[in-house]
């Protein structure tokens, strides 16, 4: 019994001391964002997101200890959500389910994640020196394999002929310029951010003109 009894403590701190761990991480991620979103990554330093996060620089450094680290954590977050966006084109037939599935999920991350996109838009334009790994890796790769779905979508006369790739590009552009230029939508909208139906409205604009475009709708 003594025994048991003796597991359970183990194990219940064991839990309690994860759920503190998990805590913490995200409180150092969400400062994070804010500062490399702010500063850029040059600028950006562990005394910062420490200040913003509320915590002594050491707990931080105990959780990621270089600013580099905690930086890739940060786009690795956004480049995860990214890809599996694009999930409806497996778990669709028709191309225009899993392409409207696709550019609303974007959209979407786009409103409510629009910093972590500025910092990734940040560090392509810098030249992508610490995630060219990703690019050439991990992005080819997943993209090879949408370029493929498009181009049996073409085969089977469900779409116009088109250069899938340009599309995918054409894609992440306008639906990231919801975050990455929110401050140029905000200051051509009375100094206001797109109210839901705004951004409801733009939603369904752009899904229809892009579906409108390559055939997909009459």
């Known amino acids: 019994m003594k025994n048991d009894e003796s597991l359970v403590k183990v194990r219940t701190?064991?839990?309690?001391?994860?759920?503190?761990?998990?805590s913490?991480?995200?409180?150092i991620l969400a400062a994070a964002v804010k500062i490399f979103?702010?500063?850029?990554?040059?600028?950006?330093?562990?005394?910062?997101?420490?200040?913003?996060?509320?915590?002594?620089?050491?707990?931080?450094h105990y959780y990621f200890q270089t600013k580099e680290q905690l930086y890739r954590r940060v786009l690795d977050g956004i480049f995860k959500d990214w890809l599996a966006a694009a999930n409806t084109f497996d778990e669709c037939v028709e191309p225009i389910e899993a392409l409207r599935?696709?550019?609303?999920?974007?959209?979407?991350?786009?409103?409510?994640?629009?910093?972590?996109?500025r910092i990734w838009a940040e560090e392509i334009l810098r030249g992508a020196p610490l995630i060219q790994h990703e690019l050439e890796v991990t992005l080819s790769?997943?993209?090879?394999?949408?370029?493929?779905?498009?181009t049996d979508w073409i085969n089977a006369g469900r779409i116009d002929a088109l250069n899938p790739r340009i599309l995918m590009f054409m894609i992440w552009a306008v639906t990231q310029?919801?975050?990455?230029?929110?401050?140029?939508?905000?200051?051509l909208?009375?100094?206001?951010?797109?109210?839901?139906?705004?951004?409801?409205?733009?939603?369904?604009?752009?899904?229809?003109?892009?579906?409108?475009?390559?055939?997909?709708?009459d």
């Open 13 to 22: 701190k064991s839990v309690r001391k994860n759920q503190i761990r998990l």
């Open 141 to 150: 790769a997943w993209l090879d394999t949408r370029v493929k779905r498009i």
């Open 101 to 117: 599935g696709y550019i609303e999920t974007k959209m979407e991350l786009s409103r409510k994640r629009p910093l972590e996109s």
């Open 177 to 187: 310029h919801f975050a990455d230029f929110e401050s140029q939508i905000r200051a």
């Open 189 to 217: 909208n009375q100094q206001q951010n797109l109210s839901d139906n705004q951004f409801k409205e733009a939603k369904q604009q752009v899904t229809r003109i892009i579906l409108k475009g390559i055939g997909a709708l």
């Open 37 to 60: 979103a702010g500063f850029g990554y040059q600028g950006a330093t562990t005394r910062k997101i420490a200040e913003e996060a509320g915590i002594p620089k050491a707990n931080l």
């Open 24 to 27: 913490n991480e995200r409180r």
